[in-house]
C-alpha cells in the first residue's frame, strides 16, 4: 500500500526532526507519539478513517478541535494534559508548514488554537517532619532497604525528577569533596548538583554493598531492581508509595494525601526558600530554565511570606482602642449599644 501524505511527514516529524534538529530526549519524543496515536484512534473511531487512510486534509481545525473536546469529554482528560496533547500538533503543523508551504493556511489555522487555561495546582510537599518520618521507614537490615533508603535520599538531597535518578548511571556521581551528582533532564541538558556529605557516604557504602565502586561498572544504572535491570518511573513510584503507607500509618499529621517522586522535589525546594536560599539557586538546582517556574514555591510559601512581613514592616495599631475591646462578649456590646 502507498504510503500517505500524513504517514510520510509524521514519520520524518518523530523520527528525524524531534531527535535530530530538536535534539528532544526519548522520552518527550514518546509523549508526543501518543499523542499522535491517540489522534488516529480518534479518527478512526468518530470519523472512521482508518489510519492507512488519513490524509492531511483531513486534519483541519475544526477536526483539531474536536479531538481535543474528545480527549476531555470521552477520556476525561484534564486541561493539562489536554493542553499538553496541543502543543504536540501545534508543534507537528509548526513543522510541516516549512515541509508543505502547500498547507500553510491550514496549519496556521491549527496553529492559531489556544491553550485552555486552568488553575494552577498546588504545590504539594513534605515539611522537614515529614520528611524525616519517611526516610526512617526503610529497613536498613535488608539489602532492598539499604537500596530504599539511599534511593529515597538521593532523589530528595539533588531535586531530581524521577526519570534523572531512573537515568543516572554510576559515573555520573562523585563521591570525593566536592560531592556532586550529574543530572540529566528535559532536551538533554545536563546539571551538576550537590550533594550533602552524609549522603555522598550513603551512595559510598551502597556502590560498595553492589559492588558498583569498580571502574569496569561506571557505566551501569546507578539504581536496578531484583533483575538487575535500571529502577523504571514506575518502580521507584512503586518504592515510595511503600514507604509512604508506612509513614502514614506512623505519624498521618506529617503525611499528604498524595505524595509522588515530584513532591519530593517540590519539598527541596520548599525546605531550601524556607532556610533563605535564593531563587537563582533554586532555580539552578531544579534546572528549571525560566525562574517563573521557581517562583510557583514562592507563592506557595506561606510561612515564609508570613515572616518576611513580620520582619520588614512596622505593625502599626490605633492609639485608642473601639469599646468593645474592652468587652469579653462583642455580641453583647452590639445587642446593649443602642438598648436605653
Given at each position: ?31 508526543y ?62 513543522y ?18 489556544r ?40 532523589l ?78 514506575s ?13 502514614r500509618n ?7 494525601d ?83
Amino acid at each position: 500500500m502507498k504510503p500517505t501524505d500524513f504517514s510520510i511527514h509524521l514519520t520524518g516529524f518523530l523520527g528525524r526532526y524531534l531527535p535530530g534538529q530538536v535534539g528532544m530526549s526519548t522520552n518527550s519524543i514518546k509523549s508526543y507519539r501518543d499523542t499522535f496515536k491517540l489522534l488516529l484512534n480518534y479518527c478512526n473511531a468518530v470519523h472512521k478513517i482508518a489510519p492507512e487512510k488519513l490524509l492531511l486534509k483531513h486534519l483541519n481545525y475544526a477536526m483539531t478541535e474536536n479531538f481535543l473536546l474528545w480527549l476531555e469529554n470521552e477520556r476525561k482528560c484534564s486541561t493539562s494534559t489536554r493542553n499538553q496533547r496541543l502543543t504536540a500538533i501545534r508543534s507537528f503543523f509548526k513543522y510541516l508548514q516549512v515541509q508543505a508551504p502547500e498547507y500553510i493556511q491550514q496549519c496556521q489555522q491549527i496553529l492559531s488554537i489556544r491553550t485552555k487555561k486552568h488553575p494552577r495546582p498546588t504545590v504539594n510537599y513534605l515539611t522537614l517532619d515529614g520528611m524525616e518520618t519517611l526516610l526512617a521507614q526503610p529497613d536498613v537490615e535488608s539489602e532492598s532497604g539499604r537500596r530504599d533508603l539511599v534511593l529515597l535520599s538521593i532523589l530528595y538531597d539533588s531535586g531530581a525528577r524521577v526519570q534523572e535518578i531512573a537515568d543516572a548511571i554510576v559515573a555520573d556521581v562523585r563521591l570525593s569533596p566536592p560531592h556532586t551528582i550529574k543530572l540529566t533532564g528535559k532536551g538533554q541538558k545536563s546539571r551538576i548538583v550537590p550533594l550533602a556529605p552524609q549522603n555522598a557516604n550513603l551512595l559510598k557504602g551502597y556502590l560498595a554493598e553492589k559492588g558498583l565502586n569498580k571502574p569496569e561498572k561506571k557505566l551501569l544504572p546507578l539504581f536496578t531492581n531484583r533483575s538487575k535491570q535500571k529502577l523504571t518511573r514506575s518502580g521507584i513510584s512503586y518504592i515510595l508509595n511503600k514507604y509512604v503507607v508506612m509513614a502514614r500509618n506512623s505519624t498521618p499529621e506529617h503525611v499528604p494525601d498524595v505524595v509522588t517522586p515530584h513532591c519530593l522535589r517540590h519539598s527541596k525546594a520548599m525546605h531550601l526558600l524556607q532556610a533563605g536560599v535564593n531563587l537563582i539557586y533554586i532555580r539552578d538546582l531544579l534546572g528549571h530554565v525560566d525562574i517563573k517556574d521557581t517562583e510557583v514555591y514562592a507563592r506557595a510559601d506561606a510561612e515564609t511570606k508570613r515572616k518576611v512581613l513580620m520582619d520588614n514592616a512596622g505593625i502599626i495599631t490605633p492609639s485608642e482602642l473601639p469599646p468593645w475591646q474592652a468587652n469579653s462578649e462583642l455580641a453583647t456590646w452590639l445587642r446593649d449599644l443602642c438598648n436605653e
